[in-house]
């Protein structure tokens, strides 16, 4: 029954967490770097956290999990805070993102064609020689 009045009333931290899949180390994380607004406070003291927080902790989780960094996720959330976002300023940043994770992508398939050819060159037999860490070592 008490939790039952707690949901109602709202959430706490440990609550907030089972309902976005967020650690509790990440909202206190998110809290601290001033991403989560501080939730109101019960007259015993426990954080009470709102419909606002689970939506705005799981942009957070989203933004991150499209690979957006904490500062790219913070200037959009100052765009929407602000209330001056425009679509156009919200798609140049996701542009500007995603070029950034084009170029990864880019990189690690140079990456995946050198370790690929390097590994071919090896035997993969019990001899003391191998051409991975001869290549390795040039």
């Known amino acids: 029954m008490q939790n039952r009045r707690l949901s109602e009333r709202g959430y706490r931290r440990a609550d907030l967490a089972k309902a976005t899949g967020c650690n509790l180390e990440t909202i206190r994380y998110y809290e601290k770097v001033g991403m989560m607004p501080d939730p109101p406070r019960t007259a015993a003291g426990y954080r009470i956290y709102d419909k606002s927080h689970v939506s705005r902790l ?20 100052d765009l929407v805070d602000g209330g001056t976002q425009t679509c156009a300023e919200v798609k140049e940043r996701t542009e500007r993102h995603l070029a950034s994770v084009r170029a990864k992508i880019a ?14 060159l090896c035997s993969g037999e019990d001899v003391p020689e191998c051409p991975i860490l001869d290549a390795l070592a040039a």
């Open 58 to 77: 799981r942009f957070i989780m989203r933004g991150r999990d499209l690979g957006f960094t904490i500062e790219e996720i913070r200037g959009l959330l």
């Open 107 to 120: 990189d690690l398939r140079r990456i995946e064609r050198a370790l690929a050819t390097t590994s071919s």
